[in-house]
């Protein structure tokens, strides 16, 4: 058994969560480089969690979380995968690397696009109609899936445009809802699009001033700080986005069009990856091999401290003519601020962390640049759970006296 640490390794205060690790999933020889859910039909009386990952030995391996075995492995790919995405309505999934091709559910590929530059596809999103959303590199590509007739097993994948508004790589590519995705880039530009006709609805570039006449040393140190304002991932619920910027996380409340809780740094390396948990939660991973559990607590103020607030502007979040570096206080009366508390960490994997999944009910499934992927489950609750079965079993075999 693993401990998720309390307060990042200190001594635990109070009742300690514990968490199990499962399995470790063997098959990959190199970097994990994607991983995403491969959910079960509806009419499939096998309801076995299902995931799929991809690795930088070109090969894509589908894995029981059950069982922690592999169910069927890909190898005829001719680069890197670098992101996975299952279309559930179309019962398809869609692999983006130096080319877009779209698998069936039996691994048989049914199309592809041509060759997309040597950078590939960094990352993949669902938007309706249909369609799809694809990071690579600056630009932003939209792609239609289509079948040759009603009811045809046949499929093809149609460009549909290209955008080109970032002025850097673009890392990060999510849906706010069902109208609208946020792209994310190398130097801190956040742009939030349409989803149904794929324009801009808003851009902010982040943190600093690029217009600020710089001499060699503080260009110097712009570029040191790049890695710090890389918008790598985010995440959206109806009340709260949550954005890794570099090695912080940054928490914006919706209503209150405001910063209501960060971690400035919150690793000590790239944050890589961010899921929203129940229960106010929120899990982070790192380049510096950690996963961290957080939680979004209520308290009356936060110790001052210089926060970047500019690249939510479009949605209201901040003050468009403060610098871009301000400094948060005591909010206003009517306010109401939370901070962000390390409730545990996940040790386990020997190098940078690139991602995870979250199942409620199946745990936690965390990948790493070490070939591992590993299960993990709540200590406590699987131990009730067993508990629970085991006096089943009891009372099933008539061996459960009550002592009456």
């Avoid at 589908?62 to 005829?76: A, E, F, L, M, Y």
């Avoid at 944050?271 to 979004?296: F, T, Y």
């Amino acid at each position: 058994m693993l401990r998720w640490l309390i307060g990042g390794g200190r001594e635990p205060q109070g009742l300690a969560e514990t968490g199990e690790k499962i399995f470790e999933f063997h098959g990959h020889t190199q970097k994990i480089t994607a991983i995403t859910a491969f959910p079960s039909l509806d009419s499939c009386e096998d309801k076995n969690q299902l995931i799929l990952t991809a690795s930088a030995d070109r090969t894509v391996i589908i894995w029981d979380c059950d069982t922690g075995r592999q169910v069927q492995k890909v190898s005829c790919f001719h680069s890197t995968v670098k992101c996975l995405t299952v279309l559930q309505r179309l019962d398809v999934w869609l692999s983006g690397g130096s080319d877009l091709c779209v698998w069936n559910r039996e691994l048989d590929l049914l199309c592809k696009t041509s060759h997309l530059f040597d950078t590939g596809i960094s990352a993949l999103i669902e938007l309706p109609k249909n369609c799809v959303a694809a990071a690579v590199g600056k630009e932003l590509i939209i792609f239609r899936l289509v079948s040759s007739t009603e009811g045809s097993v046949d499929w093809d994948v149609i460009e549909v445009k290209r955008i080109l508004d970032h002025q850097d790589n673009i890392l990060s590519l999510g849906n706010i809802n069902d109208l609208s995705f946020v792209t994310g880039s190398h130097i801190g530009e956040l742009i939030v699009w349409d989803a149904l006709d794929w324009t801009m609805q808003a851009y902010e570039r982040s943190f600093w001033d690029p217009s600020l006449q710089l001499d060699t040393q503080q260009e110097i140190k712009l570029c040191h700080k790049s890695n710090e304002i890389s918008i790598h991932h985010f995440t959206c619920d109806e009340e709260y986005l949550f954005a890794a910027v570099g090695r912080g996380l940054y928490v914006y409340n919706l209503q209150m069009k405001r910063v209501i809780a960060f971690q400035k740094t919150a690793h000590d390396s790239t944050i890589l990856h961010i899921a929203k948990l129940p229960n106010r939660q929120l899990i982070s991973c790192s380049e510096d091999g950690s996963v961290r559990i957080w939680e979004l607590r209520e308290k009356q103020q936060l110790t001052a401290e210089p926060v970047p607030t500019g690249f939510f502007n479009m949605w209201g979040f901040g003050r468009v003519n403060k610098p871009a570096n301000q400094t948060i206080k005591k909010p206003q009366e009517n306010g109401t601020v939370c901070s962000l508390e390390l409730i545990g960490d996940l040790i386990g994997h020997s190098s940078s962390i690139e991602m995870f999944l979250y199942f409620e009910d199946h745990g936690l499934v965390t990948c790493s640049a070490d070939h591992l992927i590993i299960l993990w489950k709540n200590g406590e609750r699987e131990s009730g759970l067993r508990s629970l079965r085991l006096f089943q079993k009891l009372e099933d075999d008539g061996d459960l006296n009550l002592g009456f």
